[in-house]
């Protein structure tokens, strides 16, 4: 499951009875709280005929009607169940083998022996006089007074007496019979008291010190083949398996020159004596407390006893913590041979590490194993970002004021705001905007066609312009040198994709030098070539073998839309001058170009059908009045502009004559459509040599445009929508290309610049089309952008700023870009109010970004046609039917219990491409580890499962009610957050919503 691997202490053997006369088989899984149970004994009662479970907990039987069939394992309580059909059998503890109790911690530090007093037989405390220090003195006798008292148990090993000073005890823990007898016989049928001593204390910590924890778990063994044979023709080889104990299956395929091949299937499974098997969650999150259980399995022929620790780290820092609430470090444990106990430690999660690594270790005599990872720890709140774009034009003062961080006061004791950050960000060249919002196309973590192209589009970008000008080049070549290097956390790269998805503020975390850092690695040749390449790569894989690309992998329905804005891309980057593709990807790209063309015949062929049959029926006139209607609609509009970037590639005559009517007919009915079908025809006709067209509908744009000194040019009719042509930045973008080409006229382009850079959040705008939009219109007039050497003068509350006596802050050479940030104890309601004074030409542009942390059910969202409404249901099984009882306060949850997550999704009207995530409580394991696309209700999405949440991409999603169901299954006890569900359109994320959040409890 995912990244989490199931280990068994051995392999079921299936019996080989076999059973003749019977009415059907039953198939089904057994498991207990951690998963698929191996090696199970099941037996048709009063019968001999049985099985057992294999490695997945799995068994079929052959049963006749009315049979009940028994389930038995070692230290599990035996299952009786009449089935008739296939399922889940959950086998539970057996107490006596695996409760232990252990009783007032709570006054550990202060007397340790306080459990001792007036609780068991045979213990006497005495408060002798005569030590120093009036030190307590403990004494045991297993026979003083000839009752029944308890054996006594030091530092693991069995006494008739004892007598310690309480200064030297470090716990005590009193058994009651029937567990005293689970853990050394019938003499501890009265009872038994276990005292670990501060020397006994060293002892095991200095032997678990040299325990040698596994820390390669991957899940695959990776090693180059070099195969000879020996003289009968054998071939023997050898690899080393990661340190995962688990079943490995190795495929082989051997084939002769004349292609004659055959393959093979092995198994082999790699195991210990003595293993702990930790039950850990994918993550942690802030604010819940979780039992962290480990199964400790003995395969040894000898009963064992032994300890075992469980050791915390903040893997950022590598200190050891200790989040420990009511458990000890170190636990005895004592397990049967080819038996198997468990473990547990009380975990209370702070709000203070960004990742916890855990390492649980046990040790029985000779016996040893350990097992040591990483988590992730999510935070429990979510990151606001409140806005300040700045703009000043030629000798100019202004001052600006962030009114939601004037108004913010913080001095009620209850308030749950937390400011986060605050900063400030100048640079005298807005077309900058548009280098730092490369990385974050190369970093968004879904696989869909589209971002797949924005990482190739990123990454042919910088590489052009780092190419194009020697200047940048060494401006990145700086920064990469510097003396700074990457953190702890973002060394580990699966945590760091983890982290990024759920917590994407962390990557700002970091200093100044590393975010600098990180866009010269961006701009980096050797690697820019490398994920250029694999980006192709997977686009290449993506396409269908009609040429066209569809959302997401695994769907065969190519989406025009998809495939249209992919073509449109590498008509910018041609634009651009990035004229350099390898022949494969110009076949690719020609392939999906052809693709439309055959779309657009199709639209064509259907519109002259129609008409044929008007001919048929009211004659000629009527036909050709017909076809002088206006038949254009947005996709042969963007198809038409996509083309016009593509006058080179063949086109057939059958696509030639629809071109040219749809060409005709954007002419005369250019009035009726939007922005962005305006901006588009306009640069279709320009290419195409009819000026005079271009020119009227550039002018109808002037004439209704709005031009203020603060927001720049624009149109107020320039807002978003459902629809992919009814977004503000690609109109905003797209219309900055038409003035730029058509126009030319420098302020005219400034003010559109304005505007479109108003819109960008913290470094990135909100979705990677938009962004990709935005960084293709900026740097189309990128000429002389980097020769700005004016600085601004800036002041924040009542303290200037100074770049240059700024620490950790550095003016870039040819750039005039500076960012100084603030951190959440320094950040005060005056901060909000910013004075910038320009002297000299030029425009200067800046930003003031807050970002606080609140709690979930505290943040309003934005009214909208969408409504998100989930509830938790308990699965129950019963002899007739399944149920589901909704969760509330009041449900008992135990581990092993299924629970069906149920979201409701309203939208009052259609929508296209929408995202929907369903974060997760960390004490549950999805069942349905498998990406894959999915139908319902005639409504197809791709569904997506991720270590911390379950994502859901709608390519349509028509107006209507859906329901959508998942199972998880209880996997950690503990008091754990569930999360909301969140709901966006990814090209109108203007329009959001998202669930209540709610808590979780496991016994």
């Not at 004021?401 to 400030?424: M, N, R």
């Not at 498998?930 to 197809?940: N, R």
């Not at 911390?948 to 299954?969: H, M, Q, S, W």
């Amino acid at each position: 499951m995912g990244s989490k691997t199931y280990l068994v202490q051995r392999l079921a053997e299936t019996q080989k009875t076999t059973r003749k006369d019977y009415d059907k088989i039953i198939t089904g899984t057994v498991q207990d709280e951690t998963g698929p149970l191996p090696g199970v004994t099941v037996l048709v009662k009063g019968t001999s005929f049985g099985t057992e479970t294999d490695f997945d907990g799995k068994y079929s039987i052959k049963v006749k009607n009315g049979d009940v069939l028994v389930f038995s394992f070692v230290g599990m309580k035996t299952e009786e169940r009449q089935l008739n059909e296939s399922s889940i059998v959950i086998l539970t503890s057996d107490n006596l083998l695996e409760e232990v109790v252990t009783v007032a911690y709570g006054t550990t530090n202060d007397q340790p022996y306080a459990a001792l007093k007036g609780k068991v037989a045979g213990v006497e405390i005495v408060e002798s006089q005569e030590e120093a220090d009036g030190i307590v003195r403990i004494r045991g006798n297993a026979s003083s007074n000839g009752k029944n008292t308890p054996i006594y148990i030091v530092d693991g090993k069995v006494v008739g007496s004892f007598n310690i000073s309480s200064n030297d005890i470090v716990s005590s823990t009193v058994l009651k019979a029937n567990e005293a007898i689970a853990l050394y016989g019938e003499k501890g049928k009265f009872g038994a008291i276990v005292i670990i001593t501060k020397d006994g204390q060293s002892k095991i910590d200095n032997e678990l010190a040299n325990v040698k924890a596994r820390k390669n778990l991957q899940e695959t063994a990776f090693f180059y083949p070099h195969l000879t044979t020996d003289k009968n023709g054998d071939v023997t080889f050898s690899f080393t398996t990661p340190e995962s104990l688990t079943r490995w299956k190795l495929q082989l395929l051997a084939h002769t020159k004349e292609v004659q091949s055959a393959t093979k299937t092995l198994t082999t499974v790699t195991q210990k004596e003595l293993m702990v098997i930790p039950n850990a969650p994918r993550f942690l999150r802030e604010g819940d407390q979780i039992t962290f259980s480990t199964k400790i399995a003995n395969i040894s022929d000898k009963n064992l006893e032994g300890t075992a620790q469980l050791v915390l780290t903040d893997a950022i820092t590598g200190k050891e913590i200790d989040l420990l609430a009511n458990s000890l470090k170190n636990q005895s444990f004592n397990v049967d041979s080819n038996g198997n106990t468990q473990v547990s430690w009380n975990l209370a999660i702070p709000d203070t590490y960004q990742a916890i690594q855990y390492k649980v270790i046990a040790k029985a005599g000779d016996f040893s194993d350990g097992e040591q990872n990483v988590l992730p720890v999510l935070s429990n709140r979510m990151l606001v970002t409140e806005t300040l774009p700045m703009w000043i034009r030629s000798n100019e003062t202004k001052t600006f004021t962030l009114d939601k961080l004037a108004s913010t006061t913080l001095s009620q004791p209850s308030s749950t705001l937390k400011h986060h950050k605050l900063t400030l960000e100048v640079t005298s060249n807005p077309a900058w905007y548009a280098v730092q919002a490369l990385p974050y196309l190369m970093e968004y973590p879904y696989e869909c066609s589209e971002q797949t192209f924005a990482r190739y589009y990123a990454n042919t970008l910088a590489s052009h312009i780092a190419n194009s000008n020697p200047r940048i080049q060494e401006v990145f070549n700086a920064w990469k040198s510097s003396d700074a290097f990457l953190s702890n956390l973002e060394k580990n790269q699966e945590l760091k994709s983890l982290i990024i998805q759920e917590t994407p503020w962390l990557r700002d975390a970091q200093s100044e030098t590393e975010q600098k850092k990180r866009i010269a690695l961006l701009f980096d040749l050797n690697k820019m070539r490398n994920q250029q390449q694999k980006a192709i790569n997977k686009l290449t894989e993506m396409q269908l073998n009609n040429g066209g690309f569809p959302w997401f992998k695994g769907n065969d329905n190519p989406n025009v839309f998809i495939t249209n804005h992919i073509a449109t891309g590498f008509g910018h980057l041609q634009k651009l001058g990035v004229t350099k593709i390898d022949n494969s990807t110009k076949k690719m790209l020609v392939d999906a170009i052809h693709f439309l063309d055959l779309e657009i015949e199709e639209v064509y062929k259907k519109l002259l059908e129609s008409a044929e049959r008007i001919k048929a029926e009211k004659g000629q006139k009527k036909y050709e009045e017909y076809l002088e209607k206006n038949h254009l609609s947005y996709f042969i509009i963007q198809y038409l502009y996509m083309r016009s970037f593509y006058t080179n590639i063949e086109i057939n005559d059958t696509t030639k004559t629809a071109v040219e009517y749809y060409k005709n007919q954007t002419e005369n009915y250019w009035k009726e459509f939007n922005l962005y079908g305006k901006g588009q025809i306009t640069l279709l006709q320009f290419r195409s040599g009819n000026t005079s067209v271009a020119n009227k509908i550039i002018a109808s744009l002037k004439e209704n445009s709005i031009t203020s000194e603060e927001l720049g040019m624009y149109w107020k009719e320039n807002k978003p929508s459902w629809y992919w042509y009814q977004a503000p930045i690609e109109t905003q973008a797209l219309l900055i290309e038409a003035f730029s080409e058509i126009e030319n006229n420098t302020e005219t382009i400034d003010n559109l610049k304005i505007w479109l850079l108003k819109n960008k959040q913290t470094n990135r705008w909100k979705t990677t089309k938009a962004t990709t939009e935005a960084v293709y219109a900026l740097l189309l007039q990128g000429s002389d952008w980097i020769s700005v050497t004016d600085m601004v003068d800036i002041t924040i509350g009542n303290k200037a700023i100074n770049p240059t006596q700024l620490e950790n802050t550095k003016i870039e050479a040819g750039t005039g870009y500076f960012k100084t940030s603030w951190n959440g104890s320094e950040i005060t309601p005056e901060m909000s109010t910013v004075s910038i004074t320009k002297k000299g030409k030029g425009i200067a542009w800046g930003g003031l970004y807050w970002q606080y942390f609140e709690d979930l059910d505290k943040i309003t969202s934005v009214k909208n046609p969408l409504n998100l409404n989930k509830k938790l249901f308990k699965k129950i099984n019963t002899n007739t039917e399944k149920k589901l009882q909704e969760i509330t306060k009041e449900t008992q949850l135990e581990i092993g219990d299924l629970i069906t997550v149920r979201i409701e999704l309203r939208s009052d009207r259609d929508m296209e491409f929408v995202h929907m995530k369903d974060m997760r409580a960390s004490g549950v394991e999805p069942i349905n580890v498998l990406s894959q696309y999915k139908w319902q209700d005639g409504l197809g999405y791709y569904e997506s499962t991720k270590d911390a949440a379950t994502n859901f991409f709608f390519d349509r999603l028509p107006k209507g009610i859906y329901v959508f169901e998942y199972d998880v299954r209880v996997n950690n006890a503990g008091n754990f957050s569930n999360g909301i569900t969140t709901i966006q359109s990814m090209y109108a994320p203007e329009f959001s919503s998202h669930s209540k959040g709610e808590r979780l409890l496991i016994k």
